[in-house]
């Protein structure tokens, strides 16, 4: 199977966007956290599960049996449980060291009992469902990964029982009526990523589906398209931060309309070359890509740990200068860190679990 080098350098981008947008914004000044295209970065996980479902429906279009459907869920089982496990491990001894001997440290006490429960959500990738609780498990950005698997399970039985002329329209009726679940848990007041995050998963990976269906035909992408729907996305997101959140029609902006637009930029990347490819498809951000689901899933302990000992246990006078510089470091870090995690955790456990598992 081809790899295609633009998507990988575009994780590696988005990665590196999910890191700044959550960084504890007590370290860093003002007037860059407040940035708007900051404060918006939380919606590229949305971009993270289009492109899941435009690779998986790359990959694995040919399943039709049940066979082919649990060979898929066991490659996609050893593709992120190892790092998943390892990372919940980590910070589950973390929390645990942190909130018996450093509690003057500890901004949210929680029970160790809690502390299990949360463990367990995480474990078990039930955190972005209501089925354990209404949390995000211990390590916060793995809802995401819950909702991914979730979303092949949803992809793999739809490939199975559907026939290839019915897939399309039912994939497009999963669609809508995960956009409608949306609106009424919302309007109850009962949608967060951390108990529905999984429906918001299935929109925009059944968004991806879509954009490998049409990547396949002769369309035509002009030049100016692809700048267009930046310039585009990003007029929109500041218009969600300032307004459209305070009404409801951002709900509609940030399950319907976004997904459909980041969609958009994903189809004209795959369709035509440029500047913007070149850079992508770079060492940089080719290396970046590689190791981007360890940088996903390792960050969130590094950006709560580092920071916070160093202005707060370290004492070190908090300037623009020294905010930025340890801003710096702490990313530096985390790609150091997730290259080691990469290369020892998720390589390694792949081609152990390959042999006795496929």
Known sequence: MIRIKKLDGLRGLFCLMVVLYHYDQKYLPSTFYNN????????????????????????????????????????????????????????YIFELVARLFFQQYINTPITLMHLFKNTMDTLFMTNSTPILSSEWGINRPSWSISAEFISYFFFGIVSIIAAQKRKDMTILLIFLSC??????????????????GFIRCIISFNVGYFIFKFSNTNFKINNWIKPFLIFVTIMLLYFNHYFFKLYSFGLYFEILILPIIFGLIIFTLLKKDGFFSQILESTLFQFLGKISF??????????????????????????NFNELAVWLTTIIIVIIYSTITQKYIEQKSSTFLKKYLL
Do not use: Q, W
Request: positive net charge.
């Open 294 to 319: 360890s940088i996903y899933l390792n960050h969130a302990i590094i950006l709560l740990f580092l920071p916070k000992f160093i202005f707060a246990v370290t004492k070190i006078a908090k300037s």
């Open 36 to 91: 708007f295209l900051i404060r918006e970065f939380d919606l590229i996980v949305d971009f993270f599960f289009i492109l899941s479902g435009f690779v998986i429906s790359y990959k694995y279009n040919s399943i039709h049996t049940f066979n082919s459907f649990y060979t898929f869920i066991k490659k996609r089982f050893i593709r992120i449980y190892p790092l998943l496990l390892y990372t919940t491990f980590i910070f």
């Open 179 to 196: 956009v409608i679940l949306c609106i009424y848990f919302d309007s109850a007041g009962l949608r967060t990523n951390a108990n529905m």
